[in-house]
């Protein structure tokens, strides 16, 4: 048996999980199945000559003789007699890792430049000023007034530093929540690492209904309510030193910025997804279980999550095995696919 560096037993590849990793880091979707398939043994649709080409381009998969591979899925349809083997990914993933980081940082400067070319082009905006800084004590006082004429839809990046009071925040969300208003949020794994955050700020508004997604980071402090307006700071550190941040009204700018919204959503991991009722018969798990379940599916650290609960180490794991034998789950993304899937959160 296979061990990991803490010599424990190694456990075996979520395919699911391997391939949402490797989309978020820009493979192709042909090159995905067919790499996730060398990897973890299981079959899969007929390998396209692009998908080859892709996985070689990439440096994670090299030809040999079918004699000396496994046989299997690598097989090339133009030469049945090679074969197609994961070589070591260090080299590539960091390749791919770069790539993704620069085209986020393309996206953040193209929604500055977009802003600075409006802003020369046209300096107002239907008889109103286009954008306009609001600085100090002034940014919660006219954060709050566009929240509480919500009607219908919120968007908004959540990430440190907060000039708000974020328990007066969730209060007012979670009441909107309840009058038909939608949220949702990205979120940054910094933000939900905070001592008590998650589940004394995420989670009551998660379980009133906010849609909430999280990724490794975000470029920019953003909100869009409405179409109507929206909040910006370029620069997240800016937002704690000069305290400002950017009134953007309806125009081009506007649509750049829900457009950098939903970019950052479709690739973003789902914090607490919509999983539905639980299935016949079946009790859902206590609230402490549920809530080391929403940590895990957010990628809480364990050192946090035991924290957050207040238990002993040895308390924690032992949750985790009943958790994980409860759900048939042979390891912690399969536990968190079942959760969702049996509506336990």
């Known amino acids: 048996m296979s061990r990991d560096g803490d010599g424990a037993p190694a456990q075996e590849p979520c395919p699911d999980t391997l391939a949402a990793h490797l989309s978020a880091l820009g493979v192709d979707g042909g090159a995905v199945a067919l790499y996730v398939a060398l990897l973890t043994g299981r079959p899969a649709p007929p390998a396209s000559p692009e998908a080859r080409r892709a996985l070689l381009a990439l440096g994670l998969a090299a030809e040999v003789p079918a004699g000396e591979g496994d046989g299997g899925d690598g097989r090339g349809a133009q030469d049945p007699a090679v074969a197609l083997v994961p070589v070591p990914p260090a080299s590539a993933l960091e390749l791919l890792s770069r790539r993704e980081t620069l085209r986020l940082e393309e996206a953040r400067l193209a929604v500055a430049r977009a802003y600075e070319r409006y802003r020369r082009r046209t300096p107002s905006a239907v008889g109103g000023t286009v954008a306009e800084e609001v600085t100090g004590g002034d940014i919660e006082r006219v954060l709050g007034e566009a929240l509480g004429g919500a ?195």
């Not at 000039?163 to 949220?183: A, I, S």
């Not at 016949?280 to 609960?309: T, Y």
């Not at 924690?316 to 509506?343: D, I, P, V, Y």
Request: charged share 25%; proline share 7%; hydrophobic share 45%.
């Open 151 to 345: 009607r219908r839809e919120v968007l908004r990046f959540d990430s440190p530093p907060y000039f708000w009071d974020t328990e007066r925040g969730t209060k007012e969300e979670v009441g909107q929540l309840r009058r038909g208003v939608r949220y949702r949020v990205v979120y940054t794994r910094e933000s939900l690492a905070r001592p008590g955050y998650l589940t004394e700020n995420v989670q009551p508004c998660v379980d009133a209904g906010e849609e909430a997604r999280v990724v490794s980071g975000l470029p920019v402090k953003l909100m869009v309510v409405d179409d109507r307006v929206g909040f910006v700071s370029m620069s997240i550190a800016d937002v704690d030193v000069s305290r400002s941040m950017l009134v953007v009204r309806p125009s081009a700018l506007l649509a750049a910025l829900r457009a950098l919204f939903e970019a950052y959503w479709d690739r973003a991991l789902p914090v607490h997804p919509d999983s539905g009722a639980p299935a016949p018969g079946a009790a859902r798990p206590g609230p402490a279980e549920r809530r080391i379940l929403a940590m895990l599916v957010a990628g809480v650290p364990d050192s946090q999550i035991i924290r957050e609960l207040g238990v002993s180490r040895r308390t924690f794991f032992r949750r985790m095995e009943l958790l994980m034998a409860r759900a048939g789950a042979g390891s912690r993304f399969q536990l968190a696919l079942q959760a969702q899937r049996r509506g336990w959160l």
